[in-house]
């Protein structure tokens, strides 16, 4: 990519859109890291295109995007199959104007990211660029090689799976301020009683270690039982707790720190209120984007 001075063209419209093109890559992959990845790859077939023979940028540049993202989502697809415990996506902290689009928020949370890993990845494109992007039918045929007729089937099957397991409607911004620091209070205080009354009855928690950090190896779903297990594990840590509130996928969240030391975070989901879902990643290898805030923008 070009630097200095003035920037040729193709960095310019590059640039432009680099944001955009990261939050697509995110939104199929689930990971910032292979997002980053795929960004690179995108820039050096981009820097080879004829521009006279690009009527626009944008939908030019979402189509390499979509297809190199494709073609590694395909590879993660069977890494996952031997990942060590649940699997999450690679959480990222976002800036507050993304908790501003609540739709985008809502397709970047833990939650939805977590139900799109059970479309194909070609259901998953299609739906991310038709549902979050709002791309017609033609430009999305043309990004994933299929024809407008066989994308618009494949966008119905996906709006079908998506919507049979999509998490119920979010909170608001005021809910969710409310509810991150009646959690953030219970657990600081220890009081048991406090957290089961912020937490819906058919709450999850989900906890990714990778293999590599100490986590639950299988979701742990009920009120009681996620009460216990987050008393349990903080008794263990006491005073060398601290926790930071976070904007995490658009969503609130918490920094969690031992002795002053990055642990983990955990993003929750809030809904009429209620906490439910917690997920964790303590995982090291996906917290590495976590030192600073990103812009994703659709």
């Not at 939104?27 to 960004?39: K, N, Q, R």
């Not at 099957?157 to 999509?166: F, K, N, T, Y």
Request: with cysteine; proline share 4%; charged share 25%.
């Amino acid at each position: 990519m070009a630097t200095g001075g003035s920037a040729d063209p193709a960095t310019e419209a590059f640039v432009a859109h680099r944001n955009l093109l990261f939050t697509v890559a995110y939104e199929m992959l689930g990971s910032a890291a292979d997002a980053e990845d795929v960004l690179q790859e995108t820039w050096l077939l981009w820097a080879k295109v004829d521009l006279d023979t690009v009527r626009e940028h944008r939908a030019y540049l979402v189509r390499i995007v979509t297809r190199q993202a494709l073609n590694r989502l395909r590879t993660l697809s069977r890494r996952r199959e031997s990942y060590i415990g649940p699997w999450l996506p690679e959480p990222l902290l976002t800036v507050p104007d993304v908790a501003e689009d609540v739709e985008l928020a809502e397709s970047l949370s833990m939650a939805m990211l977590l139900v799109l890993e059970t479309l194909t990845p070609t259901e998953r494109a299609v739906f991310v660029l038709r549902e979050v992007f709002e791309s017609d039918y033609d430009e999305i045929a043309e990004a994933v090689g299929k024809s407008p007729a066989a994308v618009r089937q494949i966008a119905h099957r996906a709006r079908g799976h998506v919507a049979a397991r999509r998490p119920r409607e979010a909170a608001s911004a005021a809910e969710n301020r409310i509810a991150l620091e009646a959690f953030r209070r219970a657990i600081e205080t220890g009081d048991l009683q406090s957290l089961l009354s912020i937490l819906a009855p058919d709450v999850v928690v989900i906890s990714d270690g990778g293999g590599v950090k100490q986590a639950v190896l299988r979701p742990i779903v009920g009120a009681d039982k996620v009460a216990r297990l987050l008393a349990a594990g903080l008794g263990k840590v006491g005073a060398a707790l601290s926790l930071e509130p976070a904007q995490i996928n658009g969503c609130p969240g918490l920094v969690m720190r031992l002795d002053g030391e990055f642990d983990s975070i955990v993003a929750l989901r809030v809904e009429d209120g209620l906490i439910s879902g917690v997920y964790t990643v303590r995982n090291p290898e996906k917290l590495a984007r976590m030192h600073r805030e990103n812009t994703l923008t659709r």
